[in-house]
């Protein structure tokens, strides 16, 4: 039976399956083609880290920048009085180009790590 409308409600993971699709949507490998959707609105609280996949694997405390690329949710203000900054650095960071950064140290950058700072840029470590 060919789905045709979905007016309210939520489709359950699973319930739909390529026999199901139009043939005037490719599916390919179980999933639809790119571009194969054109017009869609996704429920607020449906996509959870565990129903994206990438070329890197999501985890807590990482977002999808729109380049397609995971990359780690920097510390942030904890309140209107203090900021916290981790005190290693784990992951190669670059400060974006024309920007300054602020680190209260003392602050370790792990073996193999790199942290750049472009020209016209500063890191100060406080």
């Given at each position: 039976?060919a789905l045709?409308?979905?007016?309210?409600?939520?489709?359950?993971?699973?319930?739909?399956?390529?026999?199901?699709?139009?043939?005037?949507?490719?599916?390919?490998g179980g999933?639809?083609?790119?571009?194969?959707?054109?017009?869609?609105?996704?429920?607020?609280?449906?996509?959870?880290?565990?129903?994206?996949?990438?070329?890197?694997?999501?985890s807590a405390?990482?977002?999808?920048?729109?380049?397609?690329?995971?990359?780690?949710?920097?510390?942030?203000?904890?309140?209107?009085?203090?900021?916290?900054?981790?005190?290693?650095?784990?992951?190669?960071?670059?400060?974006?180009?024309?920007?300054?950064?602020?680190?209260?140290?003392?602050?370790?950058?792990?073996?193999?790590?790199?942290?750049?700072?472009?020209?016209?840029?500063?890191?100060?470590?406080?």
């Amino acid at each position: 039976m060919a789905l045709t409308k979905v007016t309210s409600g939520i489709i359950e993971d699973g319930t739909i399956v390529n026999a199901d699709l139009s043939s005037s949507i490719a599916v390919t490998g179980g999933q639809l083609a790119d571009d194969a959707v054109t017009t869609a609105k996704i429920l607020d609280n449906n996509v959870t880290i565990g129903k994206i996949s990438g070329s890197a694997a999501a985890s807590a405390g990482t977002y999808l920048k729109q380049d397609g690329t995971w990359a780690a949710v920097a510390s942030g203000p904890t309140n209107d009085v203090f900021w916290e900054n981790a005190q290693t650095v784990s992951s190669d960071y670059t400060i974006t180009a024309s920007k300054n950064a602020l680190t209260a140290g003392d602050i370790t950058v792990n073996s193999g790590i790199t942290v750049t700072v472009p020209v016209g840029a500063s890191w100060v470590i406080v």
